[in-house]
């Protein structure tokens, strides 16, 4: 079989273009899921509100965290485990909570990017259509991490090369409702012989996505770039 010729410079063109030609909806999305992002946590709030009043106490940990290094973080967890332990299912539910939107909306998001390539087309609802797959693909994703931070556990590269050969399961969940098992199989086969592409292509994704978060606003320009370019790059590879 011929081997697909991809641009990761024409990607990112198609997603700069698509930005501005759909930056209304782009914004509208990203400005649904910040609202869906303040509606979830008020509602996570409602399971740890002692934890939340007795932050002051946990607060100054998560400081000495950022900076421990080896043995001392240690000794800087051990205080927390009491307390985090006694909010250990209220905690659990909210991560269960968070896990199941997210997961879900970022499907919907990825659907969004799909109808616009496809049809130049779409509409904020489509973002929140997907939560009937979300206990499907927060699992998957769950799957998603444990591979991927094995693969760091091995020497870091492992973790990068499958996190580049299997990150589009979610289209195939999306577009095929293949199981979890399937989409990361028929991911790996998409991606064969395209790594370095993918790397190039998660690289340039990080810079701009860093960028828009450290220019005012940016992120509402940066975000639908990255999510249009990997559209266009996964709609190469499939066609």
């Known amino acids: 079989m011929?081997?697909?010729?991809?641009?990761?410079?024409?990607?990112?063109v198609f997603g700069f273009r698509m930005t501005i030609d759909h930056v209304r909806l782009s914004v509208m999305v990203l400005l649904a899921g910040i609202v869906l992002a303040i509606g979830v946590s008020s509602l996570a709030a409602l399971f740890n509100v002692d934890l939340i009043r007795n932050f002051h106490e946990v607060y100054p940990y998560l400081q000495q965290l950022q900076t421990c290094v080896g043995p001392a973080c240690i000794t800087v967890v051990r205080p927390l485990v009491p307390l985090l332990s006694h909010h250990?299912?209220?905690?659990l539910i909210a991560a269960l909570l968070f896990g199941l939107v997210f997961c879900s909306f970022d499907l919907g998001t990825k659907k969004v990017g799909l109808d616009l390539y496809d049809t130049d087309s779409s509409s904020v609802g489509?973002?929140?259509?997907?939560?009937?797959?979300?206990?499907?693909?927060?699992?998957?994703?769950?799957?998603?991490?444990?591979?991927?931070?094995?693969?760091?556990?091995?020497?870091?590269?492992?973790?990068?090369?499958?996190?580049?050969?299997?990150?589009?399961?979610?289209?195939?969940?999306?577009?095929?409702d293949a199981s979890i098992?399937?989409?990361?199989?028929?991911?790996y086969e998409l991606t064969e012989?395209?790594?370095w592409d993918l790397f190039v292509?998660?690289?340039?994704?990080?810079?701009?996505?860093h960028l828009g978060v450290m220019v005012w606003f940016g992120f509402f320009i940066t975000w639908p770039i990255a999510l249009f370019s990997h559209v266009y790059v996964y709609r190469k590879l499939t066609a």
């Open 2 to 12: 011929e081997e697909k010729k991809i641009s990761i410079f024409d990607a990112f």
């Open 88 to 91: 250990l299912i209220t905690l």
């Open 126 to 176: 489509v973002a929140f259509s997907y939560f009937y797959l979300a206990p499907k693909i927060m699992f998957a994703w769950l799957l998603y991490a444990i591979i991927v931070s094995t693969g760091f556990v091995l020497l870091i590269v492992p973790g990068i090369y499958w996190f580049l050969r299997f990150g589009f399961f979610p289209y195939f969940i999306l577009e095929k």
């Open 181 to 187: 098992i399937d989409s990361f199989r028929d991911s």
């Open 193 to 195: 012989g395209y790594v």
């Open 201 to 209: 292509l998660w690289i340039i994704t990080k810079f701009i996505l």
